[in-house]
């Protein structure tokens, strides 16, 4: 990210979800969701979080744009401390951050046209109203490559495809900067996937967004990012740039995400890293590095001590002893 001026930088952020029990509902534990998570994004750049699914990825994301009010750290866009300021203020900063949730399906509300869908963040921040709202509204779905005669229509006469681009014109509709993209592609088909990418950079491109790409598939992210955070149980374990983790990965974690990615040539084998056990609970997570009871490469201080994350090479950040 050298040489880019940062718009956002994430530090030590922390979201523990409270587990509640007994007859009075005390507090018995919490879900360590995300539990220490750094990285900066720089202006007009795609950051791809990838990891499995249940690692934190989409709390990230929520507790960035304070949808979830996080437990601990420091989220600065612009240089500005937004988990400092209180509700007045962060309405001021909404519309400069927007997401684009996961289900097209679950994330429109079936009960408005995509006029008054896509119009509201307008309307309630006092934008537009009446013809203005109306051109502006058609504006939008002409970006995202949708006609005039949809603005009339409800979310269940759309496709799944369809409905996310309503989605990403809804999150544009108050000319954000930053724009956290929550597997907008998961829930699509593979030919709908490649679309809705393809138009994802275009319209980076055409205003200058910045974007937080959430997703568990490796093909994807390398599509879109232009540096990966490989996330495993509520940690960052490494990040680089998308040539240099493709190209080398450090972490063991990593190495077996990546071996794990399909080749399209049946002549063509590669070795498999198959991890013992299970994901651990984020409600008890192990002592040391988290990934040691999965690790294939796991020695004693593991057990014992958290890695941190520190920097390898130019750019290329991992968080194991092995590494260090």
Do not use: W
């Amino acid at each position: 990210m050298s040489g880019t001026e940062t718009l956002l930088e994430v530090s030590d952020l922390k979201k523990h979800f409270p587990i509640r029990g007994g007859v009075l509902g005390r507090t018995v534990g919490y879900v360590y969701a995300v539990d220490g998570v750094s990285f900066k994004i720089g202006k007009g750049e795609t950051m791809g979080l990838v990891g499995e699914s249940g690692c934190g990825k989409t709390t990230v994301g929520r507790c960035i744009l304070r949808l979830i009010e996080p437990t601990a750290g420091e989220i600065r866009f612009e240089g500005l401390d937004i988990t400092k300021i209180d509700d007045k203020q962060m309405a001021k900063f909404r519309p400069k951050m927007q997401i684009v949730f996961q289900d097209p399906y679950a994330s429109l509300n079936p009960r408005m046209t995509i006029k008054d869908i896509v119009g509201e963040p307008m309307l309630v921040n006092g934008i537009a109203r009446g013809v203005e709202l109306r051109r502006r509204v058609l504006e939008l779905l002409l970006t995202v490559g949708l006609a005039e005669d949809h603005m009339n229509r409800f979310p269940h006469e759309f496709s799944g495809g369809q409905r996310q681009r309503i989605g990403v014109a809804r999150a544009l509709s108050l000319n954000p900067e930053f724009v956290v993209l929550d597997e907008p592609t998961s829930s699509l088909d593979v030919s709908v996937q490649a679309q809705t990418l393809n138009m994802l950079q275009e319209l980076q491109k055409k205003l200058g967004l910045t974007y937080l790409f959430i997703s568990h598939n490796l093909s994807v992210i390398k599509h879109m990012s232009d540096r990966i955070a490989v996330m495993y149980l509520g940690k960052i374990v490494e990040i680089a740039s998308k040539a240099e983790l493709f190209r080398s990965q450090l972490h063991p974690y990593t190495q077996a995400l990546f071996a794990a990615i399909p080749i399209p040539d049946p002549e063509i084998s590669r070795e498999r890293i198959v991890l013992g056990g299970d994901v651990p609970s984020p409600v008890n997570p192990p002592s040391g590095c988290r990934f040691h009871p999965r690790c294939p490469k796991m020695i004693p201080i593991c057990k014992e001590e958290e890695p941190q994350l520190i920097e390898i090479g130019k750019d290329h950040y991992v968080a194991c002893h092995l590494a260090s």
